[in-house]
């Protein structure tokens, strides 16, 4: 009526049967019709949620006093659920059936009761007058006192007996529920593991856990066999999880076991399924001839490496251009045939030729080429790397090109040297380090004039916040190679291209130099040109430029210079505030 699920009545249905089980008598409506078989339709009927049903089956023997019969119950639904929520009911209530068991046989009243028996006691007031006349009585007395003493220790060693025995039996049972439960402790994970793997069959990270768990037992043959049931049940397209991972740990099984052969034998196998991923197969061929150079088996390796990469046959032609093969290719190549140059270069070169080669292969390549000498073949390699990758990834490669050649060749080549930088510096979007490194050959091994030309080429091209730092250079650079003239042409430059908020450190740098050489007009000048700039309401301009020139007329000027600064001070106020 309020709209509530079928599985809602079963579990209904449940708790009435278990709060009261001995009421329920279904044979009186049908003969056919038992508790038994209400319960098993509604677990066919309902099979990822049936916990509470084959609980409440359980329960239901438990309450009628069929305790083996719960218990098979219980094994039952171990075996035939599918999600660990009905695993975790099951197994729960399974574990405190058995323990309450335990506790009954532990604390329960089971001993046999002891009856009190009573001794008779001697006769010690004996009339010694009347001793000669009741002597045969007396002795007929002693004999039976004498009987019935050995029947009461005969009594009471059977007793003991049973006592004992019932005390052994009752130790056995405790010691064998003790064991039912310890061994249900131990089961569970494999019993839970049991029960994902019924839900997905091709679940191999399960499968793994299951391996794992077997190992603990280390049966050798156990373990090989559930491999082999893991491999045949699992489907290859519909495995969850990466299979390959179970032929590794099959082959490591084997290498462990210092059974080689078979360990090559699975990692071929695997190496020549169709896995989902390429680099599952690319995995398996990399971590086989890792296995055979631990076993100090290198030719067998390079054999396997040699054969991937160089088999362009339509089975091996998506792995054969992996950048872990040719790796492994080239490394066992350098380390087992050192002689053999040309292969050497030949392996390197189809890296880059298949465009899998990344910055750390070409850095190899290089320190391989110049280990042999052979120069001309390291800037044909630069050359390529610069067509393989885009910037900023060639950055690297681009520095140690240059730094190489500059330290190799030095002026030998500088036209060569010149077309080289000057692409690169058109590559890299005009960065501001090959700038510096032209106007650094230049100084050094080309001309001074055409050091100061690249950097006032770099001034024009680099990032606005990096001008001030080449004009810098500029200026300082002018210092050291040519006149005043060539320093005071490259101060204008600075003042008339940087940012307003770089001029004034400029400016005065160039106000002090004039100060210096007596050029008191020109420092002048310079004074007007930057009060045009900065507004004297500024306190920071006011401080750092404004007081400097007053400063500065005070001392080199006079009364109408000194007019004039006031003058130029209010008509910046009024451009500045208007």
């Given at each position: 009526?309020e709209?509530?699920?079928?599985?809602?009545?079963?579990?209904?249905?449940?708790?009435i049967i278990?709060?009261?089980?001995?009421?329920?008598?279904?044979?009186?409506?049908?003969?056919?019709?038992?508790?038994?078989?209400?319960?098993?339709?509604?677990?066919?009927?309902?099979?990822?949620?049936?916990?509470?049903?084959?609980v409440?089956?359980?329960?239901?023997?438990?309450?009628?006093?069929?305790?083996?019969?719960?218990?098979?119950i219980?094994?039952?639904?171990?075996?035939?659920?599918?999600?660990?929520?009905?695993?975790?009911?099951?197994?729960?209530?399974?574990?405190?059936?058995?323990?309450?068991?335990?506790?009954?046989?532990?604390?329960?009243?089971?001993?046999?009761?002891?009856?009190n028996?009573?001794f008779?006691?001697?006769?010690?007031?004996?009339?010694l007058?009347?001793?000669?006349?009741?002597?045969?009585?007396?002795?007929?007395?002693?004999?039976?006192?004498?009987?019935?003493?050995?029947?009461?220790?005969?009594?009471?060693?059977?007793?003991?007996?049973?006592?004992?025995?019932?005390?052994?039996?009752?130790?056995?049972?405790?010691?064998?529920?003790?064991?039912?439960?310890?061994?249900?402790?131990?089961?569970?994970?494999?019993?839970?593991n049991?029960?994902?793997?019924?839900?997905?069959?091709?679940?191999?990270?399960?499968?793994l856990?299951?391996?794992?768990?077997?190992?603990?037992?280390?049966?050798?043959?156990l373990?090989?066999?559930?491999?082999?049931?893991?491999?045949?049940?699992?489907?290859?397209?519909?495995?969850?999880?990466?299979?390959?991972?179970?032929?590794?740990?099959?082959?490591?099984?084997?290498?462990?076991?210092?059974n080689?052969?078979?360990?090559?034998?699975?990692?071929?196998?695997?190496?020549?399924?169709?896995?989902?991923?390429?680099?599952?197969?690319?995995?398996?061929?990399?971590?086989?001839c890792?296995?055979?150079?631990?076993?100090?088996?290198?030719?067998?390796?390079?054999?396997i490496?040699?054969?991937?990469?160089?088999?362009?046959?339509?089975?091996?032609?998506?792995?054969?251009?992996?950048?872990?093969?040719?790796?492994l290719?080239?490394?066992?190549?350098?380390?087992?045939?050192?002689?053999?140059?040309?292969?050497?270069?030949?392996?390197?070169?189809?890296?880059?030729?298949?465009?899998?080669?990344?910055?750390?292969?070409?850095?190899?390549?290089?320190?391989?080429?110049?280990?042999?000498?052979?120069?001309?073949?390291?800037?044909?390699?630069?050359?390529?790397?610069?067509?393989l990758?885009?910037?900023?990834?060639?950055?690297?490669?681009?520095?140690?090109?240059?730094?190489d050649?500059?330290?190799?060749?030095?002026?030998?080549?500088?036209?060569?040297?010149?077309?080289?930088?000057?692409?690169?510096?058109?590559?890299s979007?005009?960065?501001?380090?090959?700038?510096?490194?032209?106007?650094?050959?230049?100084?050094?091994?080309?001309?001074?004039?055409?050091?100061?030309?690249?950097?006032?080429?770099a001034s024009?091209?680099?990032?606005?916040?990096e001008?001030?730092?080449?004009?810098?250079?500029?200026?300082?650079?002018?210092?050291?190679?040519?006149?005043?003239?060539k320093?005071?042409?490259?101060?204008?430059d600075?003042?008339?291209?940087?940012?307003k908020?770089?001029?004034?450190e400029?400016?005065?740098?160039?106000i002090?130099?004039?100060?210096?050489?007596?050029?008191?007009?020109?420092?002048?000048?310079?004074?007007?040109?930057?009060?045009?700039l900065?507004?004297p309401?500024?306190?920071?301009?006011?401080?750092?430029?404004?007081?400097?020139?007053?400063?500065?007329?005070?001392?080199?000027?006079?009364?109408?210079?000194?007019?004039?600064?006031?003058?130029?001070?209010?008509?910046?106020?009024?451009?500045?505030?208007?």
């Amino acid at each position: 009526k309020e709209n509530k699920s079928q599985y809602y009545y079963w579990i209904m249905l449940c708790q009435i049967i278990n709060n009261y089980p001995e009421f329920l008598d279904l044979t009186k409506y049908n003969k056919e019709l038992t508790i038994d078989k209400v319960i098993r339709h509604g677990i066919k009927k309902y099979t990822d949620e049936v916990g509470n049903l084959w609980v409440t089956l359980a329960n239901y023997y438990i309450q009628i006093g069929l305790i083996e019969k719960a218990r098979e119950i219980f094994e039952e639904a171990l075996e035939k659920i599918l999600t660990p929520r009905d695993f975790s009911l099951i197994f729960n209530s399974y574990l405190n059936f058995e323990q309450e068991i335990m506790k009954q046989n532990l604390f329960g009243n089971n001993d046999i009761n002891n009856n009190n028996f009573e001794f008779p006691a001697d006769n010690e007031n004996k009339n010694l007058e009347s001793l000669e006349l009741n002597e045969l009585e007396n002795a007929f007395v002693e004999l039976n006192i004498k009987e019935s003493h050995d029947n009461k220790k005969e009594e009471e060693i059977k007793k003991e007996k049973l006592l004992e025995k019932n005390s052994q039996n009752k130790s056995n049972l405790q010691k064998f529920n003790f064991i039912r439960v310890t061994n249900l402790i131990q089961r569970r994970p494999f019993l839970l593991n049991s029960t994902k793997l019924r839900r997905n069959p091709n679940n191999v990270t399960q499968w793994l856990k299951r391996i794992e768990l077997m190992k603990e037992k280390k049966d050798l043959t156990l373990i090989k066999n559930l491999y082999e049931e893991c491999l045949s049940t699992i489907k290859i397209n519909e495995a969850y999880g990466s299979l390959s991972e179970v032929y590794i740990s099959y082959a490591n099984f084997f290498e462990e076991n210092n059974n080689i052969k078979k360990a090559n034998e699975i990692y071929y196998k695997g190496c020549n399924l169709n896995f989902k991923k390429t680099d599952e197969n690319i995995n398996l061929w990399c971590l086989w001839c890792e296995m055979n150079i631990r076993q100090k088996r290198y030719k067998d390796a390079y054999n396997i490496i040699k054969y991937i990469c160089t088999n362009n046959t339509n089975k091996y032609y998506r792995y054969n251009k992996n950048i872990k093969l040719w790796s492994l290719y080239v490394d066992l190549e350098m380390n087992l045939n050192k002689n053999n140059q040309g292969q050497i270069i030949y392996i390197y070169n189809k890296m880059i030729e298949y465009k899998i080669a990344n910055i750390e292969t070409i850095f190899n390549f290089i320190i391989y080429l110049e280990s042999i000498k052979n120069y001309e073949k390291i800037y044909n390699i630069y050359e390529q790397s610069l067509d393989l990758f885009r910037w900023p990834n060639s950055y690297d490669i681009c520095i140690c090109y240059l730094v190489d050649f500059i330290n190799h060749y030095k002026n030998d080549k500088i036209e060569i040297f010149r077309d080289i930088i000057q692409n690169i510096i058109i590559f890299s979007g005009h960065l501001k380090i090959f700038y510096y490194i032209y106007a650094f050959y230049e100084e050094k091994y080309g001309l001074y004039n055409h050091c100061i030309d690249i950097l006032k080429e770099a001034s024009q091209n680099v990032k606005e916040e990096e001008k001030p730092e080449i004009h810098s250079v500029i200026i300082a650079k002018s210092a050291k190679y040519f006149g005043i003239g060539k320093i005071r042409l490259a101060f204008d430059d600075a003042m008339n291209n940087l940012e307003k908020s770089y001029v004034l450190e400029i400016g005065l740098k160039y106000i002090s130099i004039e100060i210096k050489l007596k050029e008191i007009n020109r420092a002048r000048g310079i004074f007007k040109y930057l009060g045009k700039l900065f507004n004297p309401d500024n306190k920071e301009y006011k401080e750092e430029f404004w007081e400097m020139w007053d400063n500065f007329e005070k001392i080199y000027g006079d009364s109408i210079t000194y007019q004039e600064m006031k003058n130029e001070l209010k008509l910046s106020q009024l451009r500045n505030n208007p």
